[in-house]
């Protein structure tokens, strides 16, 4: 889609759901292209389908690749705070004929793809140290 016609769809969905921010649907659109790139998929076509898991995953790993530590706040800033978030930008995107779905794509694919700590801010943590681990006990 031109990116025209995808201003003129994000206008519209911003004045139907203003439950996320506009950058959210930027990152979006990213992040699928991010996805559709890391799984080899070809531009176009049929073959191009991504699921709801996959793009969860390829989201998850372009928003840590983007924002780093700072993930879980970018997101939250948005109105981003569970995996069905993602869903509801995606099917927001797809009504207004930015994105495809097949008959099998559902919202809900999206729902408890992930616990947001683990996904975003676990990742950033020190590891234990060994040593420490074993003395303690």
Same mark, same amino acid.
């Given at each position: 889609?031109?990116?025209?016609?995808?201003?003129?769809?994000?206008?519209?969905?911003?004045? +139907?759901?203003?439950?996320?921010?506009?950058?959210?649907?930027?990152?979006?659109?990213?992040?699928?292209?991010?996805?559709?790139?890391?799984?080899?998929?070809? =531009?176009?076509?049929?073959?191009?389908?991504?699921?709801?898991?996959?793009?969860?995953?390829?989201?998850?790993?372009?928003?840590?690749?983007?924002?780093?530590?700072?993930?879980?706040?970018?997101?939250?800033?948005?109105?981003?705070?569970?995996?069905?978030?993602?869903?509801?930008?995606?099917?927001?995107?797809?009504?207004?004929?930015?994105?495809?779905?097949?008959? =099998? +794509?559902?919202?809900?694919?999206?729902?408890?793809?992930?616990?947001? =700590?683990?996904?975003?801010?676990?990742?950033?943590?020190?590891?234990?140290?060994?040593?420490?681990?074993?003395?303690?006990?």
């Amino acid at each position: 889609m031109k990116n025209s016609s995808f201003a003129e769809a994000l206008k519209s969905i911003l004045l +139907d759901d203003p439950r996320y921010a506009e950058g959210a649907y930027h990152f979006i659109r990213e992040a699928l292209d991010h996805t559709i790139r890391s799984l080899d998929k070809p =531009q176009d076509g049929p073959g191009r389908h991504v699921s709801g898991k996959e793009l969860l995953d390829g989201i998850r790993a372009y928003a840590i690749g983007e924002f780093g530590p700072l993930t879980l706040l970018v997101l939250d800033e948005w109105g981003i705070r569970e995996s069905i978030d993602f869903g509801n930008l995606v099917f927001n995107l797809v009504e207004k004929g930015v994105l495809g779905k097949t008959d =099998q +794509d559902r919202v809900e694919d999206f729902a408890n793809g992930y616990d947001f =700590q683990d996904a975003f801010v676990r990742p950033f943590e020190p590891e234990p140290d060994a040593e420490s681990a074993t003395s303690a006990g």
